[in-house]
């Protein structure tokens, strides 16, 4: 139990486009949703908290309007960035927490290509 | 606020070795203590979580913690590496109240040689 699915898996795209990166719960409903940003050979850093049927709340520094966050229903939430630029290429992680929990339940990743 | 400390970023052992893997919190509060494993380009794995109770925690691979509050520690251990321990570790903390964020450590990676 307590699957957490990203799709894609990887995505290559050109400087100026958008791409939306999928979260989803898969065997339970999720409330919130946290977002991360993943450099190589460095940890996880918290972009957003995302909950169902309201606005994202951003960490420090992360722009708002350029890492788009919508969490529509309880079992997915996406991530949009838009205008991609090459400095915007890493790894990005999701992770999902039920109702009422304290744990989180990570997906398995999306690595994005600007090129 | 929380923050977590992970002591080397790099830990090399031989196969069959001990491995010691060091985790330091701060915390104001009753913390909860994850450590998670991950393998390249996958996500995070649960290793094994403290919440309360007994603060010697067995998790999955063969994996233990102890949280030792006095010491503000969660340090991970292994009696006998293995090849495949071979990945990034990262210890993180949360507690009640933050909507279970995490704080995450800087990471060790762990080297297994022959």
């Known amino acids: 139990g307590a699957v957490v699915s990203q799709h894609p898996s990887w995505v290559i795209c050109k400087s100026g486009t958008s791409v939306k990166i999928e979260c989803r719960s898969l065997?339970?409903?999720?409330?919130?949703m946290f977002w991360y940003r993943q450099f190589p050979k460095q940890s996880l850093m918290l972009m957003a908290t995302?909950?169902?049927?309201?606005?994202?709340?951003?960490e420090q520094g992360v722009e708002k309007d350029k890492f788009l966050i919508n969490h529509a229903s309880l079992t997915l939430s996406t991530l949009t960035v838009t205008s991609a630029h090459p400095e915007d290429s890493s790894f990005y992680i999701c992770?999902?927490?039920?109702?009422?929990?304290?744990?989180?339940?990570f997906g398995p990743g999306t690595r994005l290509t600007v090129t | 606020a929380q923050s977590v400390t992970q002591l080397g970023s790099h830990v090399s052992v031989s196969e069959g070795a001990l491995v010691l893997l060091r985790c330091n919190y701060s915390?104001?509060?009753?913390?909860?203590l994850f450590w998670y494993v991950q393998y390249p380009n996958q996500g995070l794995q649960l290793l094994l979580k403290?919440?309360?109770?007994?603060?010697l925690v067995k998790g999955i691979n063969g994996f233990e913690a102890e949280f030792k509050k006095s010491e503000t520690s969660f340090h991970l251990t292994k009696p006998s590496a293995h090849m495949s321990d071979a990945a990034e570790y990262f210890c993180?903390?949360?507690?009640?109240?933050?909507?279970?964020?995490?704080?995450f450590g800087t990471g060790t990676r762990l080297q297994v040689t022959l």
């Open positions: 403290y919440t309360t109770g007994a603060t």
């Open positions: 992770s999902a927490v039920p109702p009422a929990h304290y744990e989180q339940y």
């Open positions: 065997d339970f409903q999720a409330t919130t």
């Open positions: 993180a903390v949360t507690y009640t109240g933050t909507a279970s964020k995490l704080t």
């Open positions: 915390s104001s509060v009753p913390p909860y």
């Open positions: 995302s909950n169902e049927g309201s606005k994202a709340t951003y």
